[in-house]
Structure formats: C-alpha cells, structure tokens
C-alpha cells in the first residue's frame, strides 16, 4: 500500500495549483472515523516518541524535526494542539517564530532558527520557520531579490547538515483555499473567544494572496529536496490535516525504529540490593 508520504510529497516541479486543498488521500472515512484515527495514531506515535526521547538520553543522537508553514489561519496551532498534544511534552521543543526582534534581524537569518532546534531524542516543532525569510520576506519585498536567492541555497545546505547529523525534517505545507481562509477568518469574528486571534493586518496579507503562493511555489521548486522533501497537506478540512500530519510524522518514526538504550544494568544485583536494604 502507498504511504502518506508518497501521496502528499511535493518533489521539485510539483504544481501546487494542480493540489486540492479539500482532498482527503488515505483518510480513514469521514469526519468522525478519521478522529478516530487520529487517536489511535496519536497512541503509537506517543510510544515512539518515547522511545526516541530513551534513546537520545542513552547517547542517540537522531531527532525529529516538523516545520509547519501555511497562511494565516491554515491551522498550524490546530495541528500543534490536536496532533502534538497527544505526544509527552516532556519530549517536545516548541518554537514559533513570529517577526524577527531588533537582536535577531542583526544576525543572519539562520541564527535564531539554529537556537530553536530539537536537542537529541527530541520532536522539535516549528510553528512558522525559516521559509518566512523567503515567504513574507519576499512578498513584501524586505530583501533584495539575490539575498533571496541566496536564501534558498543557503536553506537547502542548512537542512542537508541538519540530516546529515540525525535529524529527520519533515516539512508541512499547510494548504487552504483563500475561501477557506474567508471562512475562518469570518468564524473568529463571529466567536469572542477566538478574538484574541484576531489580527486586522492579516486582511492586508490576505490580499496578496497570489503573491504568497508563487512565494510558496518558488520555496517548493528551489528547496524540495530528496533529503527533506515538502509535502503539501490539503488543509481546508481540519480533520483531515490532523490526520494526515499525525500520520506523516508516525510513518516517520516507523522508520525511524527509535531503540530502547540497554545500559546493561545488573538487574538480580539491583534487586537483591532493593529488597534487603532495610528501608520498609
Ligand atoms: P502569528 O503566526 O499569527 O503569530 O504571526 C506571526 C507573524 O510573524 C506573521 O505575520 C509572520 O509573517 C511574521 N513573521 C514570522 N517570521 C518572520 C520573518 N522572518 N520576517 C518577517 N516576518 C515574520
Ligand atoms: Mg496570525
């Protein structure tokens, strides 16, 4: 059977106009089939995260790193809620990268992303990433076109290092329909709950819509690569990228076969030890 992974990778050349962002590849079912799913994912993907995390505390050296990139309310803090949160967050290194602070922006753009990745054993997440400086960046027009051209071989080398020295990068476009958007956007004014998310700047953004997705086209031509490939997630039904982003990190880790460190512990010896010890 085909994996996610081979369904939803974008390999340079990939088209995201010929992507659905309401296709659903592999789901379970419907809605409430595919929670079900996740759930059940969510559980094994929890064991081998564990198992990771025991592993990197034995002396492994291998992580796990998830970026997740996608337009305003495409669900990046969704997927972190609904499929991090089934994981240890013990085991978890968070980071969202918003605009860059006076500190940050006086060193390249790589700097603060170095800082933010997972140690040994971990499931680093990035809620936005480096792309911004070749997404937002671009479409706004803050740095010249060669810097930006720069940018993409320098993320390219970034990445191959970072595998080459044990983490795997697994990288999410989250992609929604600007009605899809529309919609959310519509639904967070309609809730005062979600009114602290609002942003009225994101209607500017919104309106640049073409220009983000030949951004985001050109960040897949120029940095889908064999050693960490893009995969566009089709995002306007939220259940279905919970899933499919679960599944894509578990099918990660499936491959990963994270081992158990044995150090080798005496165990008749440690338990004689236990029970005469006197302490009752
Ligand atoms: P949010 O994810 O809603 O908290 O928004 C974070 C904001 O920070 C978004 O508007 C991003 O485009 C912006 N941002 C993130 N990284 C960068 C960057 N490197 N340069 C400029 N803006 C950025
Ligand atoms: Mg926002």
Redesign the pocket.
Known sequence: MKSLRDLLVAPSGTKLTDRDPEASPLAPGSKDKTLRGLAKDGAELAALQECLYAEGKGGGTRSVLLVLQGM?ASG?DGVVKHVIGQVNPAGVRLT?????TKSELAHD?LWRINRALPPAGYLGIF??SHY??V???KVHK?APAREITRRYRAINEWEAGLVTSGTTVVKCLLHMSPEQQRRRLEARLDDPTKHWKW?T?DLD?RLLWPDYMAAYQAALDKCSTDVAPWFVVPSDRKWYRNWAIGRLLLETMREMKPQWPDPGLDVPALKARLESDGVR
């Open positions: 305003d990046k969202s990268f918003g605009k860059p753009f809620n936005r911004e400086d997404l937002v960046v803050w942003n700047d953004e």
